[in-house]
């Protein structure tokens, strides 16, 4: 039984008068939950996806009511789980104004928001011809749902022709169990099905069917957009697709057990210096299933225990370097978290019970049988595993001897508050800073050739000491967890080759100031 609640006017948004009027009724189950099962891969770093959990629980019909549902919140962080059923389209999806949202008709709209799980109800809620957009957020999970016939071309149009797409500055995304289909390529009106750029990164597919179009989807818009990456594949089918299966340009991704049927042009196109660690996979009628394609800028794979069935492979050329018909290694990918891994041989079986809405959540137990969601499937650790860090000590503030790398290196980041710059932090310069646009963020310093590095200094600008709280060293090649601990100062780790080191600030009390991050 359930209790069915309209949405009530409240002062934190005129959300709820909007969907009262238009008679939007959300339902809350009497015991509710959030998704089912818990994020895998690359969903797990950079502090976990856990979506909603933890919020309210909604029920929600048509599109104008789960924009209504982001828009009643106390905040656009106060965490929501939104429980979907039936069909939503263009008919249903309006625009919801709020303070906790950012929404606009015609897609669904996850925009400056966060802690959000959509989870579709029983065999799957149905997004007709409607994309979901996902731009500057972080922890959402998109569960159980299809995604079909997303135009960018004809009528009617939604979210430039992407199924599901990522853009600036998305953080920590877990789809799962999803179904994402058009009816063609580009000529028809479609674009990808599944696409991230504009520094999105943390982000898991898993358990999902991508089929019967032009692109499957890819990692970065343009050769020069790198700034993406650290995304895991793995168990999913791709079925009558192209090209793009993934697309990478730059970044790191990690493809393991996922079943690919009729890739028509190519696969998984590695360019523009990205690392693919390709796992495990079944590759049957396909033709170029993995390599460089298209480009003349490479980029680099690491393939083990794969099955190639049925796969043709083309001759190399300038802009086409592909991976057959005798793959090899031709670079080395650590991988961050514990995973199982399934025989390449039961791939197409276990996959074929697996993905997709509609399969009952089931997943694979690691040993190539499908299980309840609910169970802890048995994990092997990666081909190359990396280290848990023993976390740092808050460190003591003093001046380390040698050269600051910093000096003369690039830098990007999360996020930036009005009038501070990323570049600040590595100028020499105790006057000028960074902070990010909230209370959380992160700033790296990046140099273009692997530096090794064993000792950061993080110095605050005046009137801002002891404002950085909790923190984390990442090694921003692979996602690893350096160090993690509390306060400003010198902080030491294991000497590290890497391109780039990340400060992510992950609490603090008033506004992070960070003058200097001094690398030695």
């Given at each position: 039984m359930r209790r069915t609640v309209a949405l009530r006017l409240s002062a934190a948004s005129a959300a709820?008068?909007?969907a009262s009027a238009a008679g939007i009724v959300l339902s809350m189950p009497e015991e509710a939950s959030a998704a089912t099962g818990s994020a895998t891969g690359y969903a797990t770093q950079n502090g976990g996806t856990t979506g909603g959990a933890g919020g309210q629980t909604v029920r929600a019909t048509t599109g104008t009511a789960i924009h209504a549902a982001l828009c009643s919140r106390a905040s656009s962080s106060t965490p929501i789980v939104i429980q979907v059923e039936g069909t939503i389209n263009h008919?249903?999806?309006?625009?919801?104004?709020?303070?906790?949202?950012n929404t606009a008709a015609g897609v669904i709209e996850l925009k400056q928001i966060s802690n959000v799980t959509i989870v579709g109800v029983g065999s799957g809620a149905v997004f007709d011809q409607l994309g979901i957009h996902i731009?500057?957020?972080?922890?959402?999970?998109?569960?159980?749902?299809?995604?079909r016939n997303v135009k960018k071309s004809g009528s009617p149009t939604s979210n430039g022709g992407d199924a599901i797409g990522m853009e600036s500055d998305v953080r920590n995304v877990w789809v799962d169990h999803a179904t994402l289909e058009a009816s063609g390529g580009e000529s028809e009106g479609f674009d990808g099905l599944f696409d991230m750029k504009d520094n999105t990164q943390y982000v898991t597919l898993s358990y999902s069917k991508l089929r019967n179009s032009g692109r499957g989807g890819l990692i970065g818009s343009s050769e020069s957009d790198v700034s993406n990456g650290y995304v895991t594949f793995h168990h999913?089918?791709?079925?009558?697709?192209?090209?793009?299966?993934?697309?990478?340009?730059?970044?790191?991704?990690?493809?393991?057990?996922?079943?690919?049927?009729?890739?028509?042009?190519?696969?998984?196109?590695?360019?523009?210096?990205?690392?693919?660690?390709?796992?495990?996979?079944?590759?049957?009628?396909?033709?170029?299933?993995?390599?460089?394609?298209?480009?003349?800028?490479?980029?680099?794979?690491?393939?083990?225990?794969?099955?190639?069935?049925?796969?043709?492979?083309?001759?190399?050329?300038?802009?086409?370097?592909?991976?057959g018909p005798n793959p090899q290694s031709n670079t080395t990918v650590s991988i961050p978290y514990s995973y199982a891994l399934d025989a390449a041989s039961c791939v197409p079986g276990v996959v074929s019970r697996t993905a997709g809405a509609g399969t009952g959540l089931q997943v694979s137990n690691g040993n190539c049988a499908p299980t309840s969601p609910t169970?802890?499937?048995?994990?092997?650790?990666?081909?190359?595993?990396?280290?848990?860090?023993?976390?740092?000590?808050?460190?003591?503030?003093?001046?380390?001897g040698g050269t600051n790398?910093?000096?003369?290196?690039?830098?990007?980041?999360?996020?930036?508050?009005s009038g501070t710059s990323y570049g600040n932090v590595r100028d020499g310069d105790l006057n000028t800073y960074w902070s990010p646009a909230g209370?959380?963020?992160?700033?790296?310093?990046?140099?273009g050739a692997a530096t090794t590095v064993s000792r950061v200094n993080i110095k605050e600008a005046s009137g801002s000491v002891g404002s950085i709280g909790s923190w984390r060293v990442l090694n921003a090649d692979n996602g690893a967890v350096l160090a993690s601990g509390s306060g400003a100062g010198l902080i030491g780790f294991p000497q590290t080759s890497l391109s780039k080191v990340t400060f992510e600030i992950t609490g603090s009390t008033g506004t992070p100031k960070v003058a200097e991050f001094e690398t030695y």
């Open positions: 709820i008068a909007l008919g249903n999806t309006t625009k919801v104004s709020g303070a906790s949202c731009r500057e957020s972080r922890n959402i999970i998109i569960q159980n749902v299809t995604v999913n089918l791709y079925q009558n697709i192209d090209s793009r299966a993934p697309l990478l340009r730059g970044g790191t991704a990690h493809i393991y057990n996922n079943h690919y049927v009729s890739l028509n042009e190519s696969g998984i196109n590695s360019r523009a210096g990205a690392k693919a660690k390709v796992d495990n996979n079944y590759f049957e009628d396909s033709k170029d299933v993995l390599g460089t394609f298209y480009t003349d800028q490479a980029g680099y794979w690491q393939v083990s225990g794969n099955v190639f069935d049925n796969v043709t492979w083309s001759s190399p050329g300038s802009e086409n370097r592909p991976a169970a802890s499937p048995t994990t092997t650790p990666p081909t190359t595993p990396t280290p848990t860090p023993t976390p740092t000590p808050t460190p003591t503030p003093t001046q380390p790398l910093s000096l003369g290196a690039g830098a990007d980041g999360s996020s930036k508050a209370a959380t963020g992160s700033v790296s310093v990046k140099w």
